[in-house]
Each structure stands twice: as structure tokens, then as C-alpha cells.
Nanobody
């Protein structure tokens, strides 16, 4: 059985940092990509970042501009997203996806809310 569980969201001020984590179990890793998307109310889902599990090849959404860093711990089956210099426009629910390709994934977590106040 596949489980994808996010944690680490919260309410922060502009300029602060947050680290999101995602625990993946029951997933076939191989060299699939695991990653993050986000969705704010009234807005379309947006690709944030993904990482190939074996090669470590990384993709970022255009808006990231060096502020976010995705990483994985293959031994623990965890995915992380370090978010620095957060902006109010980063406010959204962040979803972890397993076997992700852009905005599609075979498995999704329930999401974790990130709220950035100005």
C-alpha cells in the first residue's frame, strides 16, 4: 500500500524559511521523479520541483529562482523542500507527488498548507 505524507507547513512572515518533508512508503522508486506542486485558492496548480530518485536530476518551476531546494534521502524514503525568502505569493497548499511528471503523478499526499504573511 502506498503512503505519501507531507509535513512542515505553517504560517510564516515574508522573508522567512520553511522546510517541507514528504515520507514515501510502498512506492516503487527506481529512477522515477518525486516532487512538489502547489495550488492556491482560485489559481491553477503549479509545478514547484522534482528530483529523479537515483540520478538526482532536478527540475524547478520558473518562479523558484534559486529560493527553493529539493532533496531526497533515498535510505529513508523521504523528500524535502527547503524554501527560503518566502513571499506572500508562495501561499498555497503544497502537495508531494510520487512518480511525478510535471503536474501529474501516480500518487499524491493530502497536502500541507503554507501561508506567508506580508
Amino acid at each position: 500500500q502506498v503512503h505519501v505524507v507531507e509535513s512542515g507547513g505553517g504560517v510564516v512572515q515574508a522573508g522567512d524559511s520553511l522546510r517541507l518533508s514528504c515520507t514515501l512508503s510502498g512506492v516503487t522508486f527506481d529512477n522515477y521523479a518525486m516532487g512538489w506542486v502547489r495550488q492556491a485558492p482560485g489559481r491553477e496548480r503549479e509545478f514547484v520541483a522534482s528530483i529523479r530518485w537515483i540520478t538526482g536530476s532536478i527540475l524547478y518551476g520558473d518562479f523558484v529562482k534559486g529560493r527553493f531546494t529539493i532533496s531526497r534521502d533515498a535510505a529513508k524514503g523521504t523528500l524535502s523542500l527547503q524554501m527560503n525568502n518566502l513571499k506572500p505569493e508562495d501561499t498555497a497548499k503544497y502537495y508531494c507527488g510520487a512518480q511525478i511528471v510535471n503536474l501529474s503523478a501516480n500518487y499524491w499526499g493530502q497536502g500541507t498548507q503554507v501561508t506567508v504573511s506580508s
